[in-house]
């Protein structure tokens, strides 16, 4: 004999009834089988709020009960329902309107009244079912499982007297070859209607299967099988092929949907197989449910499952320290006052003792234990009790993790990683199960960060948020598409791209944007603004997320310290902030440190070129810098190589703008600004803690020109002092040199610095003298390189470079966590 329970989905209408016909008679071809059914699919939730706008005479009401008989209707009149099976839900039908009656005109409560109607949702479908397979030439005996089922409510808990329902249901198996039957609903030893709460149906069918000791019970609903996560907050989650009860019992008890922590227990104690199948795939092979010693291949860790909803209630005081009887009264109290305990942890020296509860009870619980030990709390010598709730608990489950080592180190390092903070954690002496408390907020990110862990052959999957999609922006989108494949292929790296934002769009995508066509979704996005870009990110809260900054925005750089101390990570080519107060460049590096979070910004000094890696690497590796001597803009190396007098130096500045050598604004540029900015960033990043003020400048442009209100009044300057460059570019020549805009850093023995850059002219004996177009060199002389520098040399400029640069950092950062 074989025990089928169908849910709610799997008789929401014709076409899912027709599925559940199919496999009852596939079921029944081969022996006796006795069918439990749910109510029809969002029935229960519609008789909950019928007897809701009942009670509070909302007139409401009767729509509601139409809207219910609507969907009866419709599973009656599909097949031409036979009379007497209309005429039987017509009888559940008005007692349902009386009770609704009774209710709106107060002359019951909703306590009195709210089993039976809930329960009618049950004894519909179950006689719609039965008629239908009569119809189909499947006879069958309809059985009222409250006839068999007797139970109590202890607060929200169902207590099922085992020996007297299973005596009960015993008689069931010779009955006859088909049964159908309602789940969810029982009586009291007194006769009293009753539930048995929330997956009542599964519980039913697992009663059956123990008292008529089936050889296997099926559980078919809409997916196929226990998952490994939620697929509602995981989407790369899979079915689960095999789990022992055990395991099932403790995924079922943290939140696992599919299945009903109490229907494993009868199964288990009859070693009945237990299969969680899906109704309409009947090719899946579902979720097989046994006893341990019949699974002989096994992963370590089975599934992740979560409960929300959580409260923490926390006790401390110094009478708990070897206090006898202390823990007999405290959860004698929450028995007393029906609060079910989730989790508990206590630290070592019993200070302390914390379990996590349903919320709903938090309140109850709180006022029940302070009531209990107000003596205690009087005194001084225990703490009020401390609530803290919008909470879950996690649960990581697998029989075999006992067995193996590390598997607490993977867990905790990965959410770690992910600025994700543990609150409790405990974990039973079999080692099936490690569960822990946090925020509820991050519970979509613990989930998918556990489960990428675990579950998906070490793939990561990264979260860009992209601020500035001009010349370098738009290029290093098109290096993320044309290496997406590699990157997942050979790295194992999932980028996506789920922030795109320039000056007057933004638009988010949490699946990632195609970036075959990411202009168009750009352009359909909401309005810009970094307040509400800021809030996006905080509220998708994705695990490995990342700004990058293809900006030269003061404004997009302040962000960079709220999002590193909320564990999102940085990549940039904007030299603001590196370059900024030496209190926020520190502020930066420990949000970095401190977060664990990725902070990168190879390409604020030498674009593409790996200058500040190399630096940092000597550094770490106990070297000192000497002296830095530098040519590290390409914009103007490309402007000064260029320009010959013969072609006018705006033009040749217009010609580093177009081909994105120069800032937005070549003020910066042509300043030396960006040229200090870079030389304060090797100091810092040498170990010197200098300041911008510091470097000084040898200025070379005409007066009045850093003062111009707007680009275009600054080329137009430049125009007109024409003359100015001739002098310059006349004079170098002469003395047969080039012009170059030249960094210098050097370090007396009393470790004091000099900085400065400027325009010099240097003749061919100099080892810049023949750098060309927008090149860069980098000579850095130290401890180990003193006579000979270490030489980095290369394109410094250019959109190109920096794309590719920032797509280095990517890869970095991504490899950080």
């Known amino acids: 004999m074989v025990v089928l329970k169908f849910g709610g989905s799997s008789v929401k209408n014709p076409e899912a009834l027709k599925k559940v016909a199919s496999i009852v008679k596939e079921h029944a071809s081969q022996g006796k089988v006795i069918v439990v059914v749910s109510a029809f699919g969002g029935v229960t939730d519609l008789l909950n709020q019928y007897a809701q706008e009942a009670a509070t005479q909302t007139k409401t009401y009767a729509k509601t009960l139409e809207l219910i008989s609507s969907k009866t209707l419709e599973n009656l009149d599909f097949w031409n329902a036979d009379s007497q099976t209309r005429e039987a839900v017509s009888r559940i039908e008005n007692r349902l309107s009386d009770l609704g009656q009774q209710l709106f005109d107060q ?90 709460g929330r997956g009542g149906s599964d519980f039913s069918a697992a009663l059956v299967a123990n008292g008529v000791d089936a050889h296997q019970l099926f559980i078919y609903t809409d997916v196929s099988g226990i998952y490994t996560a939620d697929p509602r907050f995981v989407k790369q989650a899979k ?7 055990e395991e099932a019992l403790e995924l079922s008890h943290f939140g696992a949907k599919v299945l009903y922590a109490p229907s494993v227990q009868p199964a288990f104690e009859k070693n009945i197989p237990l299969y969680v199948k899906n109704t309409f795939d009947s090719a899946a092979e579902g979720t097989y449910i046994s006893s341990s010693e019949l699974i002989t291949e096994q992963d370590t860790v089975m599934g992740i499952s979560h409960l929300s909803s959580i409260s923490l209630i926390t006790v401390e005081g110094a009478d708990l320290i070897g206090q006898m009887g202390f823990t007999t009264r405290f959860f004698e ?177 949490e699946n990632g944007h195609d970036l075959s066509d990411w202009k168009s979704h750009l352009e359909k996005g909401q309005a810009a603004a970094l307040p509400e870009l800021v809030q996006t990110i905080q509220s998708l809260n994705l695990r490995n997320s990342i700004l990058i900054d293809n900006t030269a925005s003061h404004e997009v750089s302040d962000l960079y310290l709220e999002l590193l101390q909320q564990g999102v990570g940085v990549v940039t080519c904007n030299k603001i902030a590196c370059s900024s107060a030496l209190k926020n460049y520190k502020a930066l590096q420990k949000a970095s440190i401190d977060q664990k979070v990725p902070f990168y910004y190879e390409t604020n000094v030498g674009a593409g070129l790996p200058i500040i890696d190399t630096l940092k690497n000597l550094i770490d590796s106990g070297d000192s810098i000497r002296s830095i001597v530098a040519v590290l803009s390409g914009s103007l190396n490309f402007i000064f190589d260029t320009y010959n007098a013969t072609t006018s130096f705006k033009e040749v500045v217009e010609a580093a703008m177009s081909g994105g050598y120069t800032e937005p604004d070549p003020r910066i540029d042509l300043s030396g ?20 003020d510091a470097i000084q400048t040898a200025a070379f442009l005409p007066d009045g020109a850093l003062e111009t209100p707007s680009v275009e009044d600054f080329l137009s300057l430049l125009a007109a002092n024409e003359q100015h460059f001739e002098s310059l570019y006349k004079e170098a020549k002469a003395k047969q040199e080039k012009l170059k805009f030249v960094a210098e850093l050097t370090v007396d023995s009393d470790q004091q610095i000099q900085a400065k850059v400027g325009l010099q002219g240097v003749d061919s004996s100099s080892d810049y003298y023949t750098l060309s177009g927008s090149d860069n060199i980098l000579m850095l002389y130290t401890d180990r390189y003193q006579k000979q520098p270490m030489v980095i040399k290369g394109a410094g400029a250019g959109a190109d470079v920096t794309a590719s640069g920032i797509f280095g950092d990517i890869i970095r950062a991504s490899n950080h966590r």
């Open 107 to 196: 002359e019951i409560t909703v306590d009195e009244a709210q089993d039976e109607i809930l329960i009618s949702g049950e004894a519909v479908s179950s006689r719609v079912l039965s008629g239908f397979l009569n119809h189909l030439n499947m006879p069958n005996i309809l059985k009222d499982s409250s006839d068999f089922i007797v139970a109590t409510h202890e607060g929200r808990r169902v207590r099922v007297d085992y020996a007297l329902t299973y005596s009960k249901i015993k008689p069931l198996s010779e009955v006859a070859n088909l049964v159908v039957m309602p789940g969810f609903m029982a009586k009291t030893k007194e006769g009293k209607l009753t539930t048995l």
């Open 239 to 245: 079915p689960i092929k095999r789990l022992s009860y």
């Open 333 to 509: 109290t929450l028995s007393t006052h029906h609060i079910n305990v989730i989790l508990i942890t206590q630290a070592s020296s019993e200070y302390s003792l914390c379990i996590a509860i349903d919320s709903a009870d938090a309140d109850k619980a709180q006022s029940a234990l302070n009531n209990r030990f107000e003596l205690e709390i009087s005194t001084g010598r225990m703490k009020p009790v401390r609530i803290e709730s919008g909470l879950s608990i996690v649960a990581l489950v697998g029989e075999h993790m006992k067995s193996q080592t590390g598997i607490s180190g993977k867990l905790f390092s990965s959410l770690g990683a992910n600025n994700i903070n543990i609150i409790a954690i405990a974990q039973g002496s079999s080692e099936r199960n490690i569960s822990f408390v946090i925020d509820e907020k991050n519970v979509k990110k613990a989930l998918n960060t556990i489960h990428e862990r675990f579950f998906e052959k070490q793939r990561k999957q990264i979260n860009l948020f992209v601020v500035g999609v001009g010349t370098v922006g738009s290029r290093l989108l098109n290096i993320l598409q044309l290496q997406r494949q590699h990157l997942l292929d050979r790295l194992s790296i999932d980028i996506r791209i789920v922030g795109l934002s320039n000056s007057k769009k933004m638009a988010f995508n």
């Open 673 to 692: 600004l960006d040229v200090k900015r870079k030389l304060l960033i090797l100091a810092r990043e040498s170990g010197f803690e200098l300041e911008l």
